[in-house]
């Protein structure tokens, strides 16, 4: 079962967090779980918790599911709608001692 799948894609984001996906075991069991993802014409696209804390990270990630979903680079934002994200952010991650 893909965590974040895109159907008419095929593009799967997969979330590896260090809380459940550092040991020997978890590790093997993601790559197997990638390559049987991938065997069936999925695309596996992982995002890690370092990626998910820094918010330039994020948005690159997040930039590059976008254009792989919809085929093209997303527009640039507004300066608005980029403070809103930027703000989202901060209020989401205020709340990570919650998760």
């Known amino acids: 079962m893909p965590d974040l799948l895109f159907p008419a894609t095929s593009i799967d984001v997969e979330y590896d967090s260090s809380a459940h996906h550092l040991?020997?075991?978890?590790?093997?069991?993601?790559?197997?779980?990638?390559?049987?993802?991938?065997?069936?014409?999925?695309?596996?696209?992982?995002?890690?918790?370092p990626v998910v804390r820094e918010y330039g990270q994020l948005v690159a990630?997040?930039?590059?599911?976008?254009?792989?979903?919809?085929?093209?680079?997303?527009?640039?934002?507004?300066?608005?709608?980029?403070e809103r994200r930027r703000e989202l952010y901060r209020?989401?991650?205020?709340?990570?001692s919650l998760w």
Not at 32 to 49: D, F, H, K, Y
Request: net charge negative.
């Open 23 to 49: 040991g020997a075991d978890e590790v093997l069991h993601d790559k197997l779980r990638q390559l049987a993802l991938e065997a069936s014409g999925i695309t596996v696209m992982p995002i890690t918790g």
């Open 61 to 82: 990630a997040a930039d590059a599911i976008a254009a792989a979903v919809n085929g093209r680079d997303p527009s640039p934002l507004s300066e608005r709608l980029e």
């Open 91 to 96: 209020q989401l991650f205020r709340l990570r």
